[in-house]
């Protein structure tokens, strides 16, 4: 062999070994590369698992809100009910008062009249204007 074709030879097995190197290089790169991808992959696949989680909460979450707004609202419907009902047993009251603290007529009279003390005094107030009309009769039940 001649000296230019033991440089190429060199060259060749030189450029071959750079060659292999570069391929082993480029090969961890890519094994690195597919070790990341299948970790961000991982990753992406919790982040969507978490999303999903999420929004199912969320859903859950909005229909508990919309029960307790309409339970909101019938307990302050039952509420203004109540505070209706008794501001009328209130009224109601209050005219039931003023009722009882009036005096009827016959018991007007009566206290106007003085007590009877024997039976003359009782024929006379019977025969005299102050007698009292005899009460309806009520009907038999």
């Known amino acids: 062999m001649t000296r230019s074709s033991l440089l190429v030879a060199v060259l060749m097995a030189l450029l071959v070994w750079l060659l292999s190197r570069e391929t082993d290089t480029l090969r961890a790169e890519l094994d690195l590369v597919a070790v990341r991808a299948d970790q961000a992959e991982q990753l992406a696949d919790r982040r969507r698992a978490d999303v999903e989680r999420l929004a199912a909460e969320l859903g859950s979450e909005r229909s508990l809100q919309e029960r307790l707004r309409r339970e909101q609202d019938d307990l302050r419907a039952a509420l ?8 009328a047993l209130r009224h109601e009251n209050q ?3 003023d009722w009882a603290a009036k005096l009827l007529p016959a018991g007007r009279q009566l206290r106007e009249q003085s007590a009877l ?22 009907p038999a039940h």
Do not use: K, V
């Open 80 to 87: 203004i009910g109540h505070q209706q009902a008794l501001e």
């Open 95 to 97: 005219r039931l008062r």
């Open 117 to 138: 003390s024997d039976a003359e005094s009782y024929g006379e107030r019977l025969s005299g204007n102050a007698a009292r009309p005899a009460a309806a009769e009520s």
